[in-house]
């Protein structure tokens, strides 16, 4: 069965610091793979995602994920976070029109 | 570039009433998916359309749910009649061909 893992609920970071959310899927074929964020009261934006090629992808707002196939993992990471990363983070995973998405990583930014 | 516009964005009314939920997707877009935002289920796709047909509905939860498309720049989700439980955050997306989705800001919809 298909499914999506965020093992992390929520993360509390100090700005500045690194950031690694988790991700961990099963899926049946090599599925399509994104990163999401959620800022309070708004909809999802696409961080980045994979299809194929190259495994670490960069997206937006300075994040990165690599795809691991041997462990089903598509980590997302920042090397320094802002203030303003503070927010609901969701991975997903699917081809065509199913998506699958995990529950979701809140992100709590401290000064 | 405008991006999926949903309305309202806030809905509260008593349970018994009809509601719905509005979207309309990015132009060129021949995709439009529907999804619910719980607490307790994260987010879950409804339905979903392809050049304005609906092609899989088997996650609308039951038939007091049901969703039109009656043109490309179109889409509602109806709930008739409303209960508390349908009270979510409801997400609008839209996207084209193989290409991620692309969501709107969504209606928080709660049912007294």
Redesign the interface.
């Known amino acids: 069965a298909q499914s999506v893992t965020q093992p992390d609920i929520h993360i509390t970071v100090s700005e500045g610091a690194s950031l690694e959310l988790r991700c961990n899927y099963s899926y049946g074929a090599t599925p399509y793979l994104f990163w999401y964020v959620q800022s309070p009261g708004q909809g999802l934006q696409l961080l980045l995602k994979y299809f194929s090629g190259d495994t670490l992808v960069q997206g937006i707002k300075g994040f990165e994920a690599e795809f691991k196939r041997s462990q089903s993992s598509f980590n997302l990471r920042k090397p320094s976070v802002h203030w303003s990363d503070a927010a609901e983070y969701f991975c997903a995973v699917g081809t065509g029109n199913q998506f699958y998405f995990g529950t979701g990583t809140s992100l709590t930014v401290i000064p | 570039d405008a991006?999926?516009i949903?309305s309202p964005r806030h809905e509260v009314t008593e349970m018994g009433q009809e509601v719905t939920l509005r979207c309309k997707p990015i132009s060129g877009h021949d995709?439009l998916?529907w999804y619910r935002q719980t607490m307790m289920r994260?987010?879950e796709?409804l339905i979903?359309f392809?050049n304005n047909v609906p092609?899989?509905d088997s996650g609308m939860p039951e038939d007091r749910f049901s969703a039109k498309m009656p043109n490309a720049s179109f889409s509602t989700l109806k709930i008739q009649p409303s209960e508390p439980r349908d009270s979510a955050v409801y997400?609008c997306?839209s996207r084209i061909s193989?290409q991620?989705?692309?969501?709107?800001?969504?209606t928080?919809l709660s049912i007294l």
């Open positions: 991006g999926v949903q995709y998916f994260g987010l796709l979903y392809n092609i899989d997400f997306a193989n991620p989705q692309h969501f709107g800001d969504g928080r």
